[in-house]
C-alpha cells in the first residue's frame, strides 16, 4: 500500500506521520511495519517517497493566508519573501502619522509558521528569476555586509507566487527620485519621519513665509481608498496634535489631494464618493479631481488640469504618490518564458494555475484570474445538456446542467442576482416574457447571452488576496483526496469533473476612513453607511482581522493610547 | 521701580506677567501704569526691558532636566538639539532587542516644553560653532532635502552648553565604518536591526557551517554598564526568543564581551563586578578581559590580548563599540577659543560656569567639574577663620569657618563620611590622636591635607546630568533674588559670599541588569544588592524616573508585552 504513489499522492508520507492526519491510509503502513520487523526493516527514509517540494513567494496577504490554510505536513515547503513579517497593509495610513506603530501592524513570518503542523522553511530573500522549464527559483538575499553567498536556487513540484505588485509611476518623471509611496511598512515609517522633518524645518528662524509654506504643502496623489485615507489621517495629525506643538505655522499648512478621475474613491458607491468630497471640503483638504501629474522635481509637482488643459508647478514639502500596482521586474520575465509577454498582468485561471504553467499557482495582487466566458463554451454546454441528442432542451435538461454551469461560471449567478432572477427557468423567457418550455441552440445563447458581461476583474485587495490564500490551501490539503473524488463541476469540453471547484471570490464590503473619526463603508447587500458609527465598525472590524492576538492587542493598544496621549512626533 | 534693571536682573518682565509669578515687584508696576492712564500711555512693549536671552543646546538629560526645572518666563529661552525628543537612555540596551519599543523611550521636547510655563523655542538643528566674544551660536537644521536655509544664528545673554558627547573610537582604525554604537535611539534601532540580519542570513541555505558561525559571532567592546547590559539583553533574546524561531542555528550562536581592564563592571562594587563575570560565565557569554581591539574590518576583529601580546583576528557578524565618550567638535573648537586646548574635557567650575568664560554653563557629559581643591586655598581659609590675626585659630575659630569649607569644597564631607569622623574637631587631633585646642597654619593645612584625596572626576551618567539641569535651573530662577542676598558660602579668596551653593552631587546608586532577570545594584549607604529581586527594583525605579506619564505607561506596557507575547523579531 505504502507503494501505491499517484501523481499528486502523498498518502505515505501521510501515513507515516500517524498522529498529523486521519487514518485513512495509516492501517496499511502499521501492518507493513509489523511484517517488516521479522526480517530486514529497511528504514523508514528509504520506503517513504519524497514529499512534494512546494515553494511560496511572498508573505503578504495571499501567502500568509495560504500559509495559515496549509497542512504542511504533506508537503516539504520553503517559503522566500524579502521580508520577514507579514503586514497588515490596511493600516499603513495610520502608521505613517502614528496612529498605529509599524510594529503593531506586523507579525514576523517565523511566529506564523511555528504554529503550523509540519515543518515550513523560510528564507529572507527576494526571488529574482523563476526557471518554470526545471521548476527551479533563483533567489538573492538583500542582506549583503555579511559574510556568505546570497544567493541560491530551490526546486519546486507546486511553486505559490505571492509576490504582490510594485508602485506603478506610470513612467511619470521624477515619481521614482521625488515620492514616498505606500506599500511598504518601510514606506509608511518614511513618511512619517517626513512630515515632522517639513514641519521642523518650516519653523525655522531662517526661512521666508513663502519657504515655509512651501514645507508645508502635502501633497496626495491618488484618489484611492488608500490615497483618501493617508489625506484624511494626515489632517487629523496635523489638526489634533501638531499645530498644537507648531502653533505659529497652524495657518500655513495645506493638504492637497490630486486624482485625474472625476471623483476621488470612484470606485465606491457614488453616496460615499460625493460624502468623502463634501467632508474634505469643509477640512479644507483641496481636492483636484481631473488632474493628472505630469512631473515631480524634489521642490516642485507639475499638474496637467484635463479640462482646461492647463499645466502648473507648485511647490511641496512632501509627494504620497498611490494611484497603482505594476508588476514585478522577476514575474514579467516569467510571463516572458511561458508566452504571457502580451498581457499586462500573469494570467491565471478559475482555479488560479498559472496560464501555461500549470505547476505554478498566482494569487493575489500578483495576478489576475482570466474568467472563462460562458459564450465561449456555450456549444459545449448545450451538447451536454442535450442528452438525448434531439438539438432541442426541454426544461428538465436545461435545469440539469445549470448546477454546473453555476459553478464553473460565476459570472452566471451575480447575473441572476443583478436581475433579481429566483428562478433559472426565467432565464427562458422570450422576449415577450412568455416561459418557453423548450429550446433550441439559438434560444439557449440568447438565455445566456447577457451573462458574460458579469464578468469582473477583481480589486487587487488585501480582501482578495487573502481568500486565495485560503482556497489555495484547501486546495493543497484535499489534492489526493480530490483526484479520486473530484469536487469540481463537470467538464463540458471534456469527460469527467474538475478536480476542485473553482475559486469564488465573497466580498464582505470595504471601508474608507475619512478622519474625524468618521468612516464610510460599503457592506455586503449593497448597505451603505457612513459617519461616526462606521468608525467604530472599522475599529472593530479591523481588530478582528489581525493576524494573531499579539498584534491584536498592540493594535487596540496603540489606538487606545492615541485617545489618550495623542499621536507621538518625535522624529524617531 | 520699572527701570530698575539690574546686570542679571528680570524683575519688570516678571511683573508684567503679574499672575505668573510672586508679587515682590508686581505692585510697583500696577501703581506705575494707573499713574500713566492718566496721560500719554507708553506701549508696554516700549518700557519693558528684554528679557536676557537663554540659549540652550541638547535635549539629553542634561538640558532636558534644566528645561523642566526652569521658569521660563523669566527669560527669552530657546533650545538648539539635532533631535527634537529625549531620550531615555538608560533603556537603550532594552531597545537593540526589542524588551522596549524605540518610541516608548522618547519624549518630544515640543510636548515637554509645551507644559512649562512662558514660552520656550525649540529648533531642531546641530550648533556647529559658539562665538563667545560676541556672544552668539551657528546653527545648522540637519534637514537638507526641504527649501530654505538651515543655517541661522542666535544670540545669548546666557548659553547653556548640554550638547552632549560622542563616541570615544579611541583612533582604532575601522571601528567608525564598521561599529554599532550606543549613543542613541537610531544606534538602537540599527543593532537591532542587524541581529535580526545576522540570523536571517545565517540560515540561508547557501551558507558554509563557518559562515553561519561569523555571521553569529556578536561582539562587545566595553565591559562598563552599558556593554554589560547589552551582551545581556542580547543573550536572554537570543535564548528567550530567537533560538525558538531559528533553531537550526541555535548551537553555534556566540556573544564575546571585550574588556581593556582586568574586570568588567571595574567602576562597580568588587562583589557586582565578580558576580556579573560568573554569571556570565554560566551563560556562555565569552568575557575577555585584559584585552584591546586594535582593529574592526567588516569581516574581522583583531584583538591584542595584554598579558600575552598575542593579537588575534577573528570574524564577526556584528560589533557593539561602547567603551567611553570624547569631545564633540564644536565643543572642541569652542575650547581652543576660550583657552582650554590643552583640557581633554570642557572644564566648568563649581558654579557649572565655563572657566574663562562666565556668560557660558555647560552641563552633562560634555564637561567636567574642576573641583577647586582646598590646600590652593589653605593660607587664605586660615586668614579667614583667624578673626583676632593670632595666627592661632581656637576650636571656635575652627568650627566658625569650617560651615562654609564644607560647603565649597565638597571633598571635605566626603573626606569626613569616609574616615567615619561625626565631629568636625577630631580633624584636629595630632597623630597620636590627642585632641589640639589650638592649632597653627601648619597644623591646620596637616588637618586638612587628605581631604583633596576625595576630589572626584563626577562619571558621565544620566544621573550627574539631570542633577546639574535641576541646579542650574533652580539658580537660573533664583538668580536675581541670589544676587541681593546669596545663597553661597562666604568668599574666602574675597568679600563677600558666592551667589549661589556649588552643586553637589547626591549618588542614588547605579545598576547593572545582567540578564535572565537578574541585576546587580549599588545602592546609597555602600549597599550592594544583586539578583531577581533587584531587577524588580530596577523595574520599579526605571518606570518611576520616566520623562512623562505617556512614556512611563508605554514602557511599563512594553515589558508586560515582552512577558506575555516575547520580543518581536520582524525585520522593521
Redesign the interface.
Known amino acids: 500500500m505504502c507503494l501505491s504513489i499517484k501523481f499528486l499522492g502523498n498518502k505515505v508520507s501521510v501515513s507515516l506521520s500517524l498522529s498529523s492526519l486521519g487514518n485513512y491510509s495509516g492501517g496499511g503502513v502499521v501492518a507493513y511495519s509489523e511484517l517488516q520487523s521479522e526480517t530486514q526493516r529497511p528504514t523508514i527514509d528509504a520506503i517513504a517517497p519524497p514529499k512534494k517540494k512546494v515553494v511560496v513567494l511572498g508573505t503578504g496577504w495571499a501567502g500568509t493566508s495560504f500559509l495559515k490554510g496549509l497542512d504542511a505536513s504533506l508537503y516539504d515547503v520553503q517559503v522566500v519573501s524579502p521580508?520577514?513579517?507579514f503586514a497588515f497593509t490596511p493600516l499603513l495610513p495610520s502608521v505613517t502619522c502614528g496612529t498605529v506603530?509599524?510594529?503593531s501592524i506586523?507579525?514576523?513570518v517565523?511566529?506564523i509558521i511555528?504554529k503550523r503542523k509540519g515543518e515550513i522553511k523560510f528564507?529572507?530573500?527576494e526571488c529574482v528569476k523563476i526557471d518554470a522549464v526545471n521548476k527551479k527559483v533563483f533567489c538573492r538575499?538583500n542582506?549583503e555586509?555579511?559574510?556568505?553567498?546570497?544567493?541560491?536556487s530551490?526546486e519546486y513540484d507546486f511553486l505559490v507566487v505571492a509576490a504582490g505588485a510594485q508602485v506603478n509611476t506610470f513612467n511619470t518623471p521624477g515619481v521614482k527620485e521625488n515620492c514616498y509611496f505606500l506599500k511598504d511598512?518601510?514606506d509608511a515609517?518614511k513618511i512619517r519621519l517626513s512630515v515632522?522633518?517639513?514641519f521642523?524645518?518650516?519653523?525655522?528662524?531662517?526661512?521666508?513665509e513663502e519657504?515655509?509654506r512651501?514645507?508645508l504643502h502635502f501633497v496626495v496623489v491618488g484618489g484611492g481608498p488608500t490615497g483618501v485615507e493617508f489625506a484624511a489621517e494626515l489632517h487629523d495629525y496635523v489638526l489634533e496634535d501638531l499645530i498644537?506643538?507648531?502653533p505659529t505655522v497652524k495657518d500655513i499648512v495645506k493638504i492637497t489631494l490630486i486624482q485625474s478621475g472625476d471623483h476621488i474613491l470612484n470606485t465606491f458607491d457614488e453616496r460615499i464618493s460625493s460624502f468623502a468630497e463634501q467632508k474634505f471640503g469643509r477640512d479644507g483638504i483641496d481636492v483636484q479631481t481631473g488632474s493628472r501629474v505630469v512631473k515631480v522635481s524634489?521642490?516642485e509637482i507639475t499638474v496637467n488640469v484635463k479640462s482646461t488643459g492647463e499645466v502648473c508647478s507648485v511647490?511641496h514639502?512632501l509627494v504620497v504618490w498611490s494611484t497603482g500596482i505594476a508588476t514585478l521586474p522577476f514575474v514579467r520575465d516569467f510571463m516572458e518564458e511561458i508566452g504571457q509577454a502580451k498581457n499586462r498582468v500573469l494570467a491565471a485561471d478559475e482555479w488560479l494555475r498559472v496560464k501555461g504553467c500549470e505547476s505554478v499557482y498566482a494569487l493575489g495582487d500578483c495576478c489576475t484570474i482570466n474568467q472563462r466566458k460562458i459564450m465561449d463554451d456555450i456549444s459545449d454546454i448545450f451538447k451536454a445538456a442535450d442528452k438525448n441528442n434531439s438539438g432541442i432542451l426541454t426544461i428538465e435538461e436545461f435545469k440539469g446542467v445549470m448546477g454546473d454551469v453555476i459553478l464553473r461560471y460565476p459570472q452566471v449567478e451575480l447575473y441572476l442576482k443583478k436581475e433579481h432572477l429566483l428562478d433559472l427557468t426565467n432565464l427562458l423567457k422570450d422576449s415577450q416574457g412568455n416561459q418557453r418550455k423548450e429550446i433550441d441552440i439559438e434560444g439557449f445563447k440568447q438565455a445566456l447571452s447577457n451573462v458574460d458581461s458579469q464578468v469582473k476583474v477583481l480589486p487587487a485587495t488585501a480582501q482578495v488576496a487573502a481568500q486565495q490564500g485560503e482556497y489555495l490551501a484547501r486546495c493543497f490539503n484535499c489534492m489526493d483526496k480530490c483526484e479520486d473524488h473530484p469536487e469540481g463541476p463537470r467538464r463540458f469540453r471534456g469527460p469527467g469533473h474538475h478536480q476542485f471547484r473553482p475559486f469564488q471570490y465573497k466580498h464582505f464590503g470595504q471601508f474608507a476612513p475619512l478622519g474625524g473619526e468618521q468612516a464610510a463603508a460599503e457592506l455586503p447587500g449593497d448597505w451603505v453607511s457612513m459617519g461616526h458609527s462606521t468608525q467604530w465598525l472599522w475599529y472593530s472590524v479591523y481588530a478582528s482581522k489581525q493576524v494573531s492576538?499579539?498584534t491584536r492587542?498592540?493594535v487596540i493598544?496603540d489606538w487606545t493610547?492615541r485617545f489618550?496621549?495623542g499621536r507621538?512626533?518625535?522624529?524617531?
Open positions: 521580508r520577514n513579517y506603530e509599524a510594529r506586523v507579525e514576523p517565523r511566529n511555528k528564507w529572507e530573500a538575499s542582506i555586509h555579511l559574510v556568505g553567498s546570497g544567493e541560491f530551490l511598512v518601510e515609517q515632522i522633518d517639513c521642523e524645518k518650516a519653523v525655522l528662524p531662517s526661512l521666508s519657504e515655509r512651501s514645507n498644537k506643538l507648531y524634489d521642490k511647490p514639502g492576538w499579539r492587542v498592540l493598544s493610547r489618550i496621549f507621538d512626533s518625535s522624529g524617531v
